[in-house]
C-alpha cells in the first residue's frame, strides 16, 4: 500500500500534539496525528482534569463539612468514592471527546496506533488493522511522559498505586503515604486527607513543593499540617515491605530510618519522557535522561523533526505543551514573527489546599541571578472578599527589580489564587512595571485587591495592614 503524504504528522495528540495539530490545519497545512491510546492524552485522560474534577468534590465536602461557619446547617455529610470517581471519568471523558470533533472540524486525519520513525519524514504505524505508512516533509513529536517508577517503589495497583490508580481507587485509603510533594503529590494528599485519610507525605528536598517560593512552601505546610496532614521533609524512602493489605515503608530521615506501616502508597516522584520505540536514536536524536535536547523552537537538530511538551524537557505543564505545538506549527507553515516560548513566564498552578500559584522567579531565584529586589506581600486576612467567603489564610508575594521597576515574581497561597495568577502572567507578558500595577484599579471587593495591595507594600505604599 503506498504511503500517505502530508505536510506535517504530529505523533501524540496531548495538549502539545492536537493543539499543533489544529493551529497547521489552521495555516493551510494537510495534517495527520498519530495517538496510540486516547486523544486529549494524559493530561485530559489521567492527568489535569480528572484531577481537579476529584479535587473539586474535596472541596465542597470540605465546604458542607464547615456549614455552620456560613450559618447553615448540612447533618450527616458523607462521600460516595465510587460516585466522585464516575464524575471525574464522565468529565474526563467529555473532554476527549471534545478533541475527537475538534480533529474532525479541523479536517486532522487521526491515526490510532503506535508511531515509529522509519527514516527521515517517515512513519510507520502499527493499526490494529496492520501497518500503516505516513510521510511528510515536517514531524512533531508529541509523545509525552509517564510517572517515574523508583526501583523497589514500583506499583503493584493493590497497595502500591501511580497516579492512574489514585484516579480510579477500589477503596479509600485509611493510612496513606505519598512519596513526593511536587503538584501531583501534593494534589494526591490534599484529595485524599481532606477525604479523611491519614496522610503522610514523605519529600527528599529540605521542602514541600520544592520549585515553589521558599516563604509559600512554608506558608502551605503549616496548612497542610493544621489540616492533619504529615510531613517529613529531608526524607527518603529506603524500600516498601509489602504483605497482604498492609506496606511497611523504610523512612530515612537524618541518617535514622524508622519503619511505619500504611494500607496505601502513591508514588509521585517525576516523570520519564516517552522516547522508547521511536526510532530516535537511528535518527540521531540526542536524548539526555529520558528528555529529547531542542532549542527555544523546539527543534531538535534533525532537519524537518520537533520534540514539545513533557517530551522536551520542563517546565511539565500542559500549558507550556500548547503554545509550544502552535509556535512549531507556525515555523512549519513559513510565518516569520514566530517567538520561543520562555520558560520563565509560564505560571505553574497547584490545586491543593490551599491552592498554590506562581510565576517568574523566586525571591531566591532573582538573588541568585544578581538582582537587587524589593519585595512585597499581602495576607488574605486583609482582604474584605477572603473573609466573606471564609478563607482568611493566604498570601500574596511579588517580587520587584529594584533599578527597573521590573515584575520578576509573583507567589501566591490561598483560595482562588490558580485563577489569580493570569494577572500577572499579562503583565510580565506585557513588561509592566510597579508603577502600570500602581496606577491599574483593581475591583472592588475581589480577591485580585490583594495583588495591588502586594505591590504597593513592596514600595511602601500598602493601605490595608
Same mark, same amino acid.
Given at each position: 500500500?503506498?504511503?500517505?503524504?502530508?505536510?506535517?504528522?504530529?505523533?501524540?495528540?496531548?495538549?502539545?500534539?492536537?493543539?499543533?495539530?489544529?493551529?497547521?490545519?489552521?495555516?493551510?497545512?494537510?495534517?495527520?496525528?498519530?495517538?496510540?491510546?486516547?486523544?486529549?492524552?494524559?493530561?485530559?485522560?489521567?492527568?489535569?482534569?480528572?484531577?481537579?474534577?476529584?479535587?473539586?468534590?474535596?472541596?465542597?465536602?470540605?465546604?458542607?463539612?464547615?456549614?455552620?461557619?456560613?450559618?447553615?446547617?448540612?447533618?450527616?455529610?458523607?462521600?460516595?468514592?465510587?460516585?466522585?470517581?464516575?464524575?471525574?471519568?464522565?468529565?474526563?471523558?467529555?473532554?476527549?471527546?471534545?478533541?475527537?470533533?475538534?480533529?474532525?472540524?479541523?479536517?486532522?486525519?487521526?491515526?490510532?496506533?503506535?508511531?515509529?520513525?522509519?527514516?527521515?519524514?517517515?512513519?510507520?504505524?502499527?493499526?490494529?488493522?496492520?501497518?500503516?505508512?505516513?510521510?511528510?516533509?515536517?514531524?512533531?513529536?508529541?509523545?509525552?511522559?509517564?510517572?517515574?517508577?523508583?526501583?523497589?517503589?514500583?506499583?503493584?495497583?493493590?497497595?502500591?498505586?501511580?497516579?492512574?490508580?489514585?484516579?480510579?481507587?477500589?477503596?479509600?485509603?485509611?493510612?496513606?503515604?505519598?512519596?513526593?510533594?511536587?503538584?501531583?503529590?501534593?494534589?494526591?494528599?490534599?484529595?485524599?486527607?481532606?477525604?479523611?485519610?491519614?496522610?503522610?507525605?514523605?519529600?527528599?528536598?529540605?521542602?514541600?513543593?520544592?520549585?515553589?517560593?521558599?516563604?509559600?512552601?512554608?506558608?502551605?505546610?503549616?496548612?497542610?499540617?493544621?489540616?492533619?496532614?504529615?510531613?517529613?521533609?529531608?526524607?527518603?524512602?529506603?524500600?516498601? &515491605? @509489602?504483605?497482604?493489605?498492609? $506496606?511497611? *515503608?523504610?523512612?530515612? /530521615? +537524618?541518617?535514622?530510618?524508622?519503619?511505619?506501616?500504611? %494500607?496505601?502508597?502513591?508514588?509521585?516522584?517525576?516523570?520519564?519522557?516517552?522516547?522508547?520505540?521511536?526510532?530516535?536514536?537511528?535518527?540521531?536524536?540526542?536524548? &539526555? @535522561?529520558?528528555?529529547?535536547? $531542542?532549542? *527555544?523552537?523546539?527543534? /531538535? +537538530?534533525?532537519?524537518?523533526?520537533?520534540?514539545?511538551? %513533557?517530551?522536551?524537557?520542563?517546565?511539565?505543564?500542559?500549558?507550556?505543551?500548547?503554545?509550544?505545538?502552535?509556535?512549531?506549527?507556525?515555523?512549519?507553515?513559513?510565518?516569520?514573527?514566530?517567538?520561543? $516560548?520562555?520558560?520563565?513566564?509560564?505560571? +505553574?498552578?497547584?490545586?491543593?489546599?490551599?491552592?498554590?500559584?506562581?510565576?517568574?522567579?523566586?525571591?531566591?531565584?532573582?538573588?541568585?541571578?544578581?538582582?537587587?529586589?524589593?519585595?512585597?506581600?499581602?495576607?488574605?486576612?486583609?482582604?474584605?472578599?477572603?473573609?466573606?467567603?471564609?478563607?482568611?489564610?493566604?498570601?500574596?508575594?511579588?517580587?520587584?527589580?529594584?533599578?527597573?521597576?521590573?515584575?520578576?515574581?509573583?507567589?501566591?497561597?490561598?483560595?482562588?489564587?490558580?485563577?489569580?495568577?493570569?494577572?500577572?502572567?499579562?503583565?510580565?507578558?506585557?513588561?509592566?512595571?510597579?508603577?502600570?500595577?500602581?496606577?491599574?484599579?483593581?475591583?472592588?471587593?475581589?480577591?485580585?485587591?490583594?495583588?495591588?495591595?502586594?505591590?504597593?507594600?513592596?514600595?511602601?505604599?500598602?493601605?490595608?495592614?
Amino acid at each position: 500500500m503506498a504511503a500517505k503524504s502530508y505536510d506535517m504528522i504530529v505523533i501524540g495528540a496531548g495538549p502539545g500534539g492536537y493543539v499543533a495539530a489544529i493551529r497547521g490545519a489552521q495555516l493551510g497545512q494537510k495534517v495527520a496525528i498519530v495517538e496510540r491510546e486516547h486523544l486529549g492524552g494524559i493530561c485530559l485522560n489521567w492527568g489535569c482534569i480528572p484531577t481537579k474534577a476529584m479535587l473539586r468534590s474535596a472541596e465542597v465536602f470540605h465546604l458542607m463539612e464547615r456549614a455552620g461557619d456560613f450559618g447553615l446547617k448540612a447533618d450527616s455529610i458523607s462521600y460516595d468514592l465510587d460516585a466522585v470517581v464516575k464524575r471525574s471519568r464522565k468529565v474526563a471523558g467529555q473532554l476527549s471527546g471534545g478533541v475527537k470533533g475538534l480533529m474532525k472540524k479541523n479536517k486532522v486525519d487521526v491515526v490510532m496506533g503506535a508511531a515509529k520513525l522509519t527514516g527521515k519524514g517517515k512513519v510507520s504505524v502499527e493499526t490494529d488493522k496492520g501497518t500503516e505508512e505516513l510521510t511528510a516533509k515536517n514531524i512533531v513529536l508529541a509523545t509525552g511522559a509517564r510517572a517515574r517508577e523508583l526501583p523497589g517503589l514500583e506499583a503493584d495497583g493493590e497497595n502500591v498505586w501511580t497516579y492512574k490508580h489514585a484516579l480510579q481507587p477500589a477503596r479509600m485509603p485509611k493510612k496513606l503515604l505519598v512519596i513526593g510533594s511536587g503538584a501531583i503529590g501534593i494534589e494526591f494528599a490534599s484529595f485524599y486527607n481532606t477525604l479523611g485519610a491519614d496522610t503522610t507525605v514523605v519529600e527528599v528536598m529540605d521542602r514541600i513543593l520544592p520549585v515553589e517560593d521558599a516563604e509559600i512552601s512554608k506558608f502551605a505546610k503549616k496548612q497542610f499540617e493544621k489540616q492533619g496532614m504529615k510531613i517529613m521533609e529531608k526524607a527518603t524512602v529506603k524500600q516498601l &515491605d @509489602r504483605a497482604k493489605g498492609k $506496606v511497611t *515503608a523504610h523512612i530515612e /530521615t +537524618g541518617g535514622k530510618t524508622e519503619k511505619i506501616d500504611f %494500607d496505601t502508597v502513591i508514588s509521585a516522584v517525576g516523570i520519564v519522557g516517552n522516547v522508547e520505540g521511536l526510532g530516535l536514536e537511528e535518527l540521531g536524536v540526542k536524548i &539526555d @535522561r529520558t528528555h529529547v535536547v $531542542v532549542d *527555544a523552537y523546539c527543534r /531538535t +537538530g534533525v532537519d524537518g523533526l520537533y520534540a514539545i511538551g %513533557d517530551i522536551a524537557g520542563a517546565p511539565w505543564l500542559a500549558h507550556k505543551a500548547s503554545h509550544e505545538g502552535v509556535m512549531v506549527a507556525e515555523l512549519i507553515a513559513g510565518k516569520n514573527d514566530v517567538h520561543p $516560548v520562555r520558560p520563565e513566564s509560564i505560571a +505553574g498552578c497547584t490545586y491543593c489546599q490551599p491552592q498554590v500559584a506562581s510565576v517568574g522567579y523566586t525571591e531566591a531565584k532573582a538573588k541568585e541571578l544578581g538582582y537587587k529586589v524589593k519585595v512585597g506581600r499581602f495576607p488574605f486576612i486583609g482582604n474584605g472578599k477572603a473573609i466573606a467567603l471564609g478563607e482568611p489564610e493566604g498570601m500574596v508575594k511579588t517580587i520587584f527589580d529594584e533599578k527597573t521597576g521590573e515584575l520578576l515574581g509573583a507567589h501566591m497561597v490561598g483560595a482562588e489564587v490558580t485563577e489569580l495568577i493570569q494577572g500577572y502572567v499579562v503583565g510580565r507578558q506585557l513588561e509592566t512595571t510597579e508603577e502600570d500595577l500602581m496606577e491599574t484599579v483593581f475591583p472592588h471587593p475581589t480577591l485580585s485587591e490583594m495583588m495591588h495591595e502586594s505591590v504597593l507594600d513592596a514600595y511602601d505604599r500598602v493601605i490595608h495592614i
